[in-house]
């Protein structure tokens, strides 16, 4: 049935984007991306090959303007993990509708939470098996979620999440993710982005987040600093007394014509570190290959985990 379902979705949007170009009525985009590496994965000493997605998506996303100073947007978008046994192998990612003015915007639906959003492009290794989600909190995309998104400043933007207590990975509590952004993210816009960003029980942590990245020339160099600190079980019961817990990151990258160079290392405080060297070489603007090598320790465990991949990207 999900398949079907998924199916009727891929087609349906692919004749709105057709009809939304031919009448220019309202436009819509149909983007994703692809990304797949065949891997060597060594966990807890037990080593096996894969071929797997690493957050492949489809989705589709628009605007539509209500007034000259009004306008609605939405995306609408899925994860597809060509890995899965399953065949409906579709997951939901982001999926939000909003409004957009002088005001700044706001949205509801799933989203990322602003926390999530601060740590902008300074982790190298993201969707891959070095994604920092693997020693840091605070990764979250909340299913019940309503966030504001104040206009830019002189490139500073202040936005909050509020995660309702009724979405089940909020164990039960309402939860507060709050972020003050400076420069753009991809730095195309600016030579330095930072942040710094708070959780407040957002699936049961309170976390804080500090993050810059700054471009010189072909060279991107990045870091993030994290407190974090467990308050809620799963089961809704509340933490008393749990010790807050200090890591950092440090990233870089070095673009040589189309090849781009990148290493990262990670450590939080009584949980484990991890670091990670590779490389993408650019086959046109939307595909990439790419290798990539991370190695990760876990505090009070004997084995490292050990992940070697070589991969393809194409983004559309």
């Known amino acids: 049935m999900m398949n079907v379902f998924c199916k009727t979705l891929l087609a349906s ?59 609605a947007f939405y995306t609408v978008e899925y994860e597809v993990d060509t890995g899965d046994a399953a065949k409906e192998n579709f997951l939901a990612r982001n999926q939000f509708v909003g409004l957009k003015g002088n005001f700044g915007a706001f949205s509801v639906g799933r989203n990322d939470t602003m926390l999530k959003q601060s740590q ?22 909340i299913e019940q979620t309503a966030t504001y998104m104040t206009p830019s400043f002189s490139g500073f933007k202040v ?14 509590q309402d939860g507060f993710s709050v972020a003050a952004m400076y420069g753009d993210a991809k ?38 600093y994290q407190q974090q600190e467990e308050t809620y079980k ?36 009584d949980k484990g570190d991890s670091w990670s060297v590779g490389g993408d070489y650019k086959l046109g603007k939307p595909t990439k290959l790419f290798a990539f090598y991370t190695n990760r320790d876990f505090e009070g465990v004997d084995t490292t985990d050990k992940f070697f991949g070589l991969g393809l990207e194409h983004k559309f």
């Not at 902008?120 to 995309?141: A, M, P, T």
């Not at 957002?202 to 870091?223: F, H, M, N, P, S």
């Open 120 to 141: 902008g492009k300074v982790d190298q290794f993201n969707d891959l098996s070095g994604d920092l989600k693997h020693l840091f909190k605070g990764e979250n995309r």
């Open 187 to 224: 730095l195309k816009k600016s030579p330095i982005f930072a942040s710094i960003a708070y959780d407040s029980d957002v699936k049961g942590y309170e976390v804080v987040r500090a993050t810059v990245q700054g471009k010189i020339a072909g060279l991107k160099i990045g870091g993030m």
């Open 234 to 269: 799963k089961d809704g019961t509340a933490v008393v007394g749990a010790d807050s817990k200090t890591g950092y990151l440090v990233s870089a990258a070095y673009t040589i014509d189309a090849v781009v160079l990148k290493a990262q290392y990670q450590d939080m405080e």
């Open 13 to 71: 949007a692919l004749a709105t984007a057709t009809l939304a170009s031919a009448h220019a009525a309202e436009p819509l985009t149909v983007y994703g991306k692809l990304n797949v590496t065949a891997q060597s994965n060594d966990v807890d000493g037990d080593a096996t090959t894969t071929i797997q997605s690493n957050a492949s998506r489809f989705g589709v996303k628009g605007a539509f303007e209500l007034s000259s100073s009004l306008e």
């Open 159 to 172: 936005g909050v999440t509020y995660a309702a207590e009724g979405a089940s990975s909020q164990y039960g």
